[in-house]
């Protein structure tokens, strides 16, 4: 039997986050657990900004700083 491998090196560790950095995010409050892919555009004490798409300047989220950054449903775009 095949066995995909991940196409992307995720980083859980939040205390070594740093900007260009691959996370996986999630939007609790509108698709549970879900995971979404995301790239570290700014690295804060407490919390970070993301984009699904780093080249798009419009997209932009701010989260929390933790092993899975929780994206609040008011910072999609």
């Known amino acids: 039997m095949d066995q995909e491998t991940c196409p992307f090196d995720f980083n859980f560790d939040p205390a070594s986050f740093k900007v260009g950095d691959t996370v996986s995010y999630r939007v609790p409050s509108q ?12 690295v804060h004490e407490d919390y970070v900004v993301l984009a699904s798409d780093p080249k798009d300047p419009k997209d932009r989220m701010r989260a ?4 899975r950054p929780i994206v609040a449903a008011d910072q999609l775009a």
């Open 64 to 67: 929390t700083r933790e092993s």
């Open 31 to 42: 698709f549970q657990d879900f995971p979404f892919v995301g790239t570290l555009l700014e």
